[in-house]
Each structure stands twice: as C-alpha cells, then as structure tokens.
C-alpha cells in the first residue's frame, strides 16, 4: 500500500500549468553505440537526426564497456556530448553471466553495479547500469540524455526506427496528443488498503492533472468507480494502449514478463504480459509508456522483457520508461514527480532530456520545492528504507531506463487563451471567447474537474457474481472517465474566436471550459475555470471575479 501510495502522491504534485512552447536548446553531439550488423537499418535514424540539426556520431560496440565509454567521450568534447543510444540487447542474464541467445556481435553489454537499498526487499544483488556510459564526470549522476534500442536483429531494429520516424513525422494533430491513459493495479492487500489506494488515485485526478489534458483512468480494484468489468481488465489495459495518448501510465506490480493480477473474491485476472503484445495495435498516437512497476524493464532478462517486447511491436509504445530490477517507493514517486514536472510543467523538448534531469534532480536538487520536502519527510518517517534515502534515490538513476530513444521530440500543444461569461439575454448559454494560435477544427467542452463525477457512484461492499451485474461495471467506469456536459464544434482561424455553449438545467458549482484546436501542422489546447448556478462554491472570499451568477478565472497553458 505504502508504495501505491507513495508513487501516485509523486506525480499528484509534478504538474501544473505548463509555460509557453520550449525554445529548442542548440543542437548537440548524439553518439550511438551501434553493431556493424545493425548500421544499415540505423542509417534512417542517422539521417533523420542529422537533418535535425544534430552531429551524429556512430561507434563500434566491440570490447570491454570500459572501452566502449572511451570511444563515448572521445567522441567530441564533454561540453558538446548531449545524446548517447546504445544499439542493440544485453549479453549476460541477471545474474551478469552470459544468457542472451543473440551473438555478442549483436550486443552492447551493460557495466553493472552493486545493489545497495533493494537488495533487502528480494532484489538481485546487482544492477544493469546503462547510466554508467552517460556520466562524463564519474559523480555517480548521468550528463547525457540516454536511452536503449533494444533489438536482436536488423529487421527488428528496422521495426523500430520505422516506429521513432512515423511518430515525429506524423501530421495527425487529433485529440490524442492531448491524452493521458493511467492503469493503477492493486495487489490484493485488503479491503482497507486497496480503498486507500483508490483515494490516492482520486487525488491524482483531481490534482495532479493539467486541465487541458484529458485524462482515462483503469483501475484494477473491484471496489472503484474507475474499473471496468473485471473480466475484461486485461482487454481494457490492451484498449487504453491501443487508443492513443501522450502518455500511458501503470502504477503497481510487475515482474520482466508480466503485470500484476487482478484480484476477487475466488478469482484473479491478468492485466498485461509478453503473451498480450502481439494485440497492441496502436493505429495512431503510440503512447510513450511509464511503468512505475518492478522488473518491467529487465533488459538483461534471459528472455526479453516486457518493456523490449513492446518497444519492437509495430502497434507498440514508440518508447518504454521502467526499471530493471525492485523498484522502491519514495524514490520512484520523486522521481515520477520530476518527470512529469519536465514533461507538463517545463515542456522539455525531447524524452531523454526529461528523464535525464528527473534523475537529476532526483539526486541533487538544485532547490528543494515544499512537494519534494514533504515528500522526503514521509520517507524519513514510514519508508522501509528510511535511513537509507539518499542511496534509495542513487539506486533508482540505475534502475530506471528509457528503453527506446533519448533523441524522441515531445509535441506539446500550443497554448489557446479563453474567457467564458453567461449570456446576459438567455441564462442557458454560456459564451465562450478565446483565441487561437493556428486555424483548424476547435472542440470547445464544458467539463467537470478531473475527478468529480456526474452521478452517485455505486456502494460495492461485496463482489457481485451475476453477469449482468458485473457488465454494468463497463457502463460506469465510461461514465466515470466521461468529464463533458456539454460540447460545440467549429472552425476557427488564426486569432479570436467566439461561440456559444448550451447550459444544462441545475448546473452549479465550479466547472471548465476545454478547448482543442486540431490544425493541419499543429495543435492548440487551453483551459478556463467557471462556476455556475448558486452554489456555496462561489464566494466573494474566493478572489474571483463574478459575472452574474458565474465566475470565471482564466488559466492557460501559457
């Protein structure tokens, strides 16, 4: 429970409104350590790197690791090194003996490094630690933005450079780049702990969430609002996958081959596991994929991982972040906590730079926010680990990798400035003024806030048994994941716009006006606050401003 809770309290507090578009920092050198056997099939990303902008360095794979980190900094001086890809699987097995069945040829071997927290919690004694490459100092904290292709042979490799070049090229702008899918699993630790868990799960959606952002939760918890019909758990987990979003994120158990189960009375039901992958078929939008789990990413499993078989699906994630061995709590929710923050809040332009400062910072802060304190004073106080916090957190820089490319640029939508104020003739219509960056196709909503529902969510104090009563799971774990009351669609060009939205009747309370702008080249998103009708909400005390019985503060994802 302790570490459900830990991780979901981690990314409650990394987002909030986000800052205007990132400007690109100057290109850099991207040094990938690549197989003869694989340079042709990389040849595509090469080119497509160097069309960038980027200065793209290819060396051999061959020797010692020691060898191969001196070819890394050989590469160009420290100051211009940004990038390093490592090209192709891990040679040695857990156990850092030999097990892989693809030749050495083909392999670029990990250094490993001695377990120091998780050992205590059934860990292996050792970890992969592709970190290692990247720290060009040898403090312990990488300075390149890292990350592992792992292919065993060319054509997977093709695979997925196809899937990295599709991604960035793509030119659908639709909703899904606004998306975020979260699937939390419960580990069947009792009726009290797993309600625990749901609360905390509740305040990730009412907090933790940019507005603009639409959010689907999963819950594998009989009990929750947010789960589906229980048989079908692992369907809806392969769904959210294969519906598209900016994000998939799972919060639980995991093992290299397999998620968590599902657990009822008498009865367990699989989420996700290697067998399930050849049913992911993400048409559009392939979500970058974030496993705050254990074990998801052992890239040095005998068999490949979870992580390595989703990356090189077709259908698949374009990218995996997980760890390769026991993951703990409070590291992994600051470490949440700084990826999302870089992600939502900074609007970092590329996913290996985000993850590079998460574990940055997640070693040394340059400040301390109050979140991050709160958080390191919980652990002090309820961790298993709690006098060995900073070595908990060195571990995790380890433990967690990006199983796919550090160089993938992060889309953000451009930000749409709103204001939303009644009618002063007709009480039912609610007018909607905003401008927008680029021409295209507006979706403008009337939402509730993330986590508030539009009915009275059902008691289940006992597990039902009769199909009928468990296919009416399905109907209101979409109502629960369903936020709109009212929505408008138009065309808008560069500049102002204005439209109209239809009230319900007895609305009252604090609700918010979405819109998504889907252009030809790019998107557009924004977010406004109103509250609505007489409700004990709207106070004088609250600071805002009031037009008639609304009020509205304006946010932005400026």
């Known amino acids: 429970m302790r570490a459900a809770l830990f991780i979901l309290l981690g990314l409650t507090v990394a987002s909030g409104p986000a800052f205007a578009v990132s ?77 892989k069945s693809a030749a050495r040829s083909r392999c670029v071997p990990a250094p490993y490094a001695d377990a120091k927290v998780n050992i205590h919690w059934g860990s292996e004694p050792i970890i992969p630690n592709d970190a290692w490459y990247a720290d060009l100092d040898d403090d312990g904290v990488p300075e390149l933005a890292e990350g592992r292709l792992t292919a065993d042979t ?43 868990i749901d609360s905390a ?88 994929a974030l496993f705050l789990a254990c074990y998801v990413g052992a890239i040095d499993n005998r068999s490949d991982c979870l992580a390595e078989e989703m990356l090189r699906q077709r259908g698949g994630p374009v990218a995996v972040v997980a760890s390769s061995r026991v993951a703990m709590p409070y590291a992994m929710a600051v470490m ?68 796919g490319d550090p160089c ?34 507006a979706v403008i909503e009337l939402v509730r806030p993330l986590g508030r529902l539009g009915f009275t969510p059902p008691r289940r104090s006992q597990y039902p048994k009769s199909p009928e ?8 774990y979409r109502s629960a994941n369903d936020q709109r009351v ?11 716009f204005r439209t109209e939205l239809e009230l319900p009747n007895d609305l009252a309370g604090t609700y918010q006006v979405h819109a998504f702008v889907e252009g030809k080249e790019d998107c557009a998103s924004g977010w406004v606050d109103v509250r609505l009708g007489k409700s004990p909400e709207a106070s004088e005390s609250s600071g805002e401003k009031t037009v008639g019985q609304t009020m509205t503060r304006g946010k932005t994802t400026q």
């Open 23 to 99: 400007v690109d920092e100057p290109r850099g050198v991207v040094v990938a350590v690549c197989p003869a056997e694989f340079r042709r099939a990389l040849a595509p990303w090469v080119s497509h790197r160097k069309d960038q902008g980027y200065d793209v360095r290819v060396v051999s794979n061959t020797g010692t690791p020691e060898e191969i980190r001196r070819r890394i900094r050989q590469s160009a001086p420290a100051e211009r090194l940004k990038f390093l890809v490592l090209v192709g699987d891990i040679p040695t097995g857990m156990d850092g003996k030999p097990a």
């Open 154 to 196: 060319p054509e997977e490799l093709k695979q997925i450079v196809d899937k990295i070049l599709a991604y960035e090229r793509s030119t659908d702008f639709g909703s899904w780049r606004r998306q975020l899918n979260f699937v939390a699993g419960v580990g069947g630790f009792g009726a009290l702990a797993d309600m625990a």
């Open 201 to 288: 799960a509740r305040y990730l959606l009412t907090k933790g969430i940019p507005a603009d952002y639409r959010v689907w939760m999963t819950q594998a918890n009989w009990r929750a609002v947010y789960c589906p019909d229980p048989r079908n758990i692992n369907q809806a987990t392969i769904d959210r996958l294969n519906d598209g979003a900016v994000f998939w994120t799972y919060i639980g158990h995991g093992n290299p081959q397999r998620l968590g189960y599902m657990h009822v009375p008498g009865k367990r039901y699989s989420l996700l596991a290697t067998r399930d992958v050849p049913r992911l078929d993400a048409q559009r939008g392939p979500s970058i």
């Open 336 to 403: 949440g906590m700084g990826l999302m923050e870089q992600c939502f809040e900074r609007r970092t332009a590329t996913l290996g730079e985000a993850l590079l400062q998460a574990k940055r910072t997640l070693v040394n802060p340059a400040k301390k926010s109050e979140v991050r304190t709160m958080l390191d004073t919980m652990a002090s106080l309820v961790s298993p680990s709690a006098s060995k916090l900073e070595d908990e957190r060195a571990e995790h820089v380890m433990l967690f990798n990006l199983i």
């Open 408 to 441: 993938l640029r992060i889309r953000y939508p451009q930000p749409v400035t709103l204001l939303a104020t009644p009618s002063e003739s007709d009480p039912t219509k609610l007018i909607v003024e905003g401008r927008s960056p680029i021409a295209g196709r």
């Open 469 to 476: 009563a468990l296919a009416e799971y399905e109907l209101v």
């Open 486 to 496: 009212g929505t408008i669609e138009l065309r808008v060009a560069p500049g102002a």
